[in-house]
């Protein structure tokens, strides 16, 4: 019998400090374009819209895939969009740590 070397599998966290910066940094980049919006006054009927909708949050995706690793399938996007980054974050999370972890797994089974 000859010996093997254990194959030791890599324990990989979840970047969550990370996705929580890019994140928020596309927040703020999103939010600077809207600096000179005409309708930002308050009183108007943009006040009770969304601050990002999904048709634009889906670009969040595009500085998440890296340093998650992986591609975020659009259906993390909630219909309807994200009121602040809070909400973006709270909604995003739960969903990419899950991905990341299933990711993790398949790879270690192999």
Same mark, same amino acid.
């Given at each position: 019998?000859s010996p093997t070397a254990a194959v030791?599998?890599? %324990?990989?966290?979840?970047?969550? /400090? ?8 596309w927040w703020d980049e999103q939010m600077? =374009? @809207?600096?000179?919006?005409? &309708? ?5 009927? &943009?006040? %009770?819209?969304?601050? #990002?909708?999904?048709?634009?949050? #889906? ?7 890296? %340093? +998650?690793? +992986? ?14 980054? @809070?909400?973006? +974050?709270? @909604? &995003?999370?739960?969903?990419?740590? =899950? +991905?990341f972890n299933q990711r993790n797994l =398949?790879?270690?089974? /192999?």
């Open positions: 019998m030791q599998p890599r %324990v990989t966290l979840f970047p969550e /400090k990370e996705i929580e910066s890019v994140i928020e940094a600077s =374009k @809207h600096a000179d919006d005409p &309708f930002a006054p308050l009183g108007t009927l &943009f006040d %009770v819209l969304v601050d #990002v909708d999904s048709l634009t949050a #889906v670009n969040v995706l595009l500085v998440i895939e890296p %340093v +998650l690793g +992986l591609k975020p399938p659009e259906s993390l996007i909630r219909p309807g969009g994200y009121t602040d980054r @809070h909400d973006m +974050l709270g @909604h &995003f999370m739960p969903s990419l740590r =899950k +991905l =398949k790879s270690t089974a /192999k």
